[in-house]
């Protein structure tokens, strides 16, 4: 049987503030990327967010960001590789504590907002993410962007001594150099479940994109991601699980998908 993961940013919520459907799009997904306190969620909700992926056999991993709280982790912030070292273990070293807590081992670690989409191409950037991941914990997942870069980002990956895991969104839009189209343009977040399920079999059965100009991309793509505060999220991950499982692949963890 063919498998992938599914994946979804969580625990984003904050102090009295409350972000996303968790508890509802966690019954649909295979690994679930927890937020460190950086870029949004706190240690109650870190904790709680852990609690909630055990008791539903979700995987879980970190989602570190940047320390960016007022702009949710999706501004640019000029920060030297060794700083970025420092704030990626920290995050990790801190889910992982909750993870400890909870009786469970953490699975990867995914980078958000702009962290993650200033990794791709930048090589001082990128290593010294994987740097940060193998000095936590070098069992752990790193997981990046499919198709833009791979091949630097599995060159970094084998000299650091960890895996990486390449993904894709169904639930976005892309440039015709296989990077997300930015989120300041409109349609940029694809809202409507039924294009979201589409683009979502073209990647797990064909390893296919088609970017805003018609332009196909091949890639490879373990994992799909879906965002839990898309307004659609829980029709979007129910709707796509249900498609895939349809056409016959298991929808499993990185860690038994990878």
Request: charged share 20%; proline share 4%; net charge negative.
């Amino acid at each position: 049987m063919k498998k992938i993961d599914i994946n979804c940013d969580m625990g984003e919520s904050f102090g009295a503030y409350t972000l996303g459907m968790d508890r509802e799009v966690i019954k649909y997904i295979s690994s679930a990327n927890i937020a460190c306190g950086y870029h949004a969620g706190d240690p109650q909700v870190m904790n709680k967010t852990v609690r909630l992926a055990r008791e539903n056999g979700v995987a879980a991993g970190a989602h570190p960001g940047y320390p960016d709280l007022a702009g949710f982790g999706r501004r640019n912030m000029d920060c030297a590789p060794a700083e970025v070292r420092d704030f990626v273990i920290y995050q990790v070293a801190a889910l992982n504590g909750f993870c400890g807590l909870h009786g469970i081992k953490m699975q990867h670690v995914k980078p958000h907002g702009n962290l993650y989409n200033m990794s791709v191409g930048n090589e001082a950037l990128s290593r010294a993410i994987a740097e940060a991941i193998a000095a936590v914990d070098s069992d752990l997942i790193w997981v990046v962007l499919g198709g833009a870069q791979s091949s630097l980002a599995k060159k970094i990956a084998a000299e650091t001594g960890i895996r990486v895991a390449f993904e894709a969104f169904p639930d976005r839009t892309y440039d015709p150099d296989g990077k997300l189209t930015s989120r300041k343009l409109p349609g940029a977040v694809i809202e409507d479940p039924k294009r979201s399920v589409e683009q979502a079999l073209r990647m797990a059965v064909d390893g296919e994109i088609v970017a805003v100009d018609g332009s196909r991309l091949q890639m490879e793509i373990h994992t799909l991601c879906l965002h839990g505060d898309n307004p659609s999220a829980v029709q979007h991950t129910r709707a796509i699980r249900q498609a895939l499982e349809a056409e016959g692949i298991g929808v499993r963890s990185l860690n038994l998908a990878f």
